[in-house]
């Protein structure tokens, strides 16, 4: 795959790491979409002498999620909407538990990497697969399904349940790693 061999350490100088929620319900109008970027986060990937990644790990740190972006709400967010949706994620969703992956396979096939391994959020760890894309200029890419109901997170609710964040997010990375 053409990477250097070694461990190597990408955070959000090398990449970006963010978690895209969607809304639902009857009231879902009056909501957003959201695209949360975290500011503080770091992978390590071991590359193996062929070049080929063979374990990654990350770390994020839950407080320093913030919201970059709402989408298709009747107005836009304030300054105040986002520190309040900040604060309902530390304080009722995440609890300041950290967020880490480990993992357990890392299989190469072309340009694309399917890995398997353990995900923790919220004090729960849970088994979890996706598949990162690899160019020739290493740059990583992908995004991993997270429902969040499987780590034992009841998904955000507001007006009495008309508006929700669906149960299923996504987080989305796009990093760079060094070339031989």
Sequence with gaps: MGLRPGTHTVGPDSGTLRVDTYREGMAQKVGHDL????????????VDEGGTPSVITLEADPRS??????????????????????S??????????????SSSVVQPAD????????????????????????????????SLSVTQSEWGIKPYRAFMGALKVRDSVEVVLDATLPTS
């Design 88 to 101: 309902n994620i530390d304080e009722k969703i995440l609890h300041g538990e950290p967020i880490a992956f």
């Design 111 to 142: 340009s694309r990497l399917t890995v398997q391994g353990e995900l923790t959020i919220a004090g729960t760890t849970r088994p979890t697969s996706f598949q990162l894309d690899l160019s020739g200029d290493g740059r990583v890419s992908g």
């Design 65 to 86: 999620l913030h919201v970059r972006e709402g989408q298709r709400g009747v107005k836009p967010l304030t300054d105040r909407d986002r520190a309040e949706i900040r």
């Design 35 to 46: 695209i949360i970027d975290v500011g503080q986060w770091q992978a390590k990937v071991e």
